[in-house]
């Protein structure tokens, strides 16, 4: 969490409101939270993150799913998700993303 805070400029609180909030999501898969730096863009979470990570919680995906999904390759979209998103083409990525639900 510190190395989050410290790229986010932001107080720890406001930043456990950006996770709680889906605005970003990580996983403590080997002990240590940790978010995907590329979900963090000029010190913010990207944009379009919340309403991605909003409809794979409603498709039923958990925080570990999503972070799969969206850096995996997805061969609808032709790239990873993220790298989609990071391009723009958020109305697809949550067109597939809605499609898996």
Known sequence: MPDLVE???QPLGRVRRLLDEHHLVGSRRDGTFKVPAV???DGHPLSSLHGTLIVLQDAGFD???AIDWLL???D???ISPIDALLMGRK????RVARALA
């Open 39 to 41: 979900f963090i863009v």
């Open 76 to 78: 609808t979209i032709g």
């Open 72 to 74: 995996e390759p997805e």
């Open 7 to 9: 790229a986010l400029g």
């Open 63 to 65: 925080d570990d799913e």
């Open 91 to 94: 109305s697809e990525v949550r």
